[in-house]
């Protein structure tokens, strides 16, 4: 069964750093874009990045762009999204998923409409 499971999450103050990891269990990462959305209360769930499965295109909201990087281990069957510089709005439940067609990534994104298999959560909180 494919699963992915999101972890590094936690509370961390204004200007601090995180790193979330996606861990995917029944399947092999490699052939699959994987891209990284969050949910704050209230509010729609959102696209923050994407990777390509080569590695080789990654994506940003202009909301993260400069601040967040992801990245992957193929090796680990693990993808990354490196936080820097959190913010209060940063706040959000964070999600991981992987998409079943190959080419997404290569060009935009992530759109949630392109991603099949999703992770549970982790909760990041970025207060003082």
């Known amino acids: 069964q494919l699963q992915l499971v999101e972890s590094g999450g936690g509370l961390v103050q204004p200007g601090g750093s995180l790193r979330l990891s996606c861990a995917a269990s029944?399947?092999?990462?490699?052939?699959?874009?994987i891209g990284w959305f969050r949910q704050a209360p209230g509010k729609e769930r959102e696209g923050v990045s994407c990777i390509s499965s080569s590695g080789g295109s990654t994506n940003y909201a202009d909301s993260v762009e400069g601040r967040f990087t992801i990245s992957r281990d193929n090796a680990k069957n693990t993808v990354y999204l490196h936080m820097n510089s959190l913010k209060p709005e940063d706040t959000a439940v964070y999600y991981c998923?992987?998409?079943?067609?190959?080419?997404?990534?290569?060009?935009?994104?992530?759109?949630?409409?392109?991603?099949?298999?999703w992770g549970q959560g982790t909760q990041v909180t970025v207060s003082s």
């Open positions: 998923a992987a998409s079943s067609v190959g080419y997404v990534c290569d060009d935009g994104g992530p759109f949630l409409y392109e991603y099949d298999y």
């Open positions: 029944g399947f092999t990462l490699d052939y699959y874009p």
